[in-house]
C-alpha cells in the first residue's frame, strides 16, 4: 500500500512561482512511477507531469511544457512539482499519483492518489 500528502499549495499572481510536494509512505518508493494531475472547477482531471522510478525520464502535458518540472528524491521518498510563469488557467486542485511499472498518462491507470492541494493563480 502507498500513502500520499500533498502539500504546497496555495495563493500566487500570476507569473508567481509555486512548489508542491507529495511524501509517499511507502516501503519501496523507487519502485512506483509518480505523476502529478490537476482538476479544475467543472473540468475532468486532467494529466500535467511523470517520473519514472530513477527520475532520469520525465514526461509533461503540452500546456506545462517549459514552466513546470517534476522532480523526485527516492532517498526522501518524495515528489516535487515545480512551477514557474503560473497562469490563471492552473488554478485547479492539484493530486499525486502512483503507480507500479512504467508511468503513463492515463489516470485510470493510478493505483495510489494524494489527497489533492488547491493551487490558485490571480491575474
Known amino acids: 500500500q502507498v500513502q500520499l500528502v500533498g502539500s504546497g499549495g496555495g495563493l500566487v499572481q500570476a507569473g508567481g512561482s509555486l512548489r508542491l510536494s507529495c511524501a509517499a509512505s511507502?516501503?519501496?518508493?523507487?519502485?512506483?512511477?509518480m505523476a502529478w494531475f490537476r482538476q479544475a472547477p467543472g473540468k475532468e482531471r486532467e494529466f500535467v507531469a511523470n517520473?519514472?522510478?530513477?527520475?532520469?525520464?520525465?514526461y509533461y502535458a503540452d500546456s506545462v511544457k517549459g514552466r513546470f518540472t517534476i522532480s523526485r528524491d527516492n532517498a526522501k521518498n518524495r515528489v516535487y512539482l515545480q512551477m514557474n510563469s503560473l497562469k490563471p488557467e492552473d488554478t485547479a486542485v492539484y493530486y499525486c499519483?502512483?503507480?507500479?511499472?512504467?508511468?503513463?498518462?492515463?489516470?485510470?491507470?493510478?493505483?495510489?492518489w494524494g489527497q489533492g492541494t488547491q493551487v490558485t493563480v490571480s491575474s
Open positions: 499519483a502512483a503507480k507500479s511499472r512504467k508511468p503513463s498518462t492515463i489516470a485510470d491507470e493510478y493505483n495510489y
Open positions: 511507502v516501503r519501496t518508493f523507487s519502485n512506483y512511477a
Open positions: 517520473i519514472n522510478w530513477s527520475g532520469d525520464t520525465t
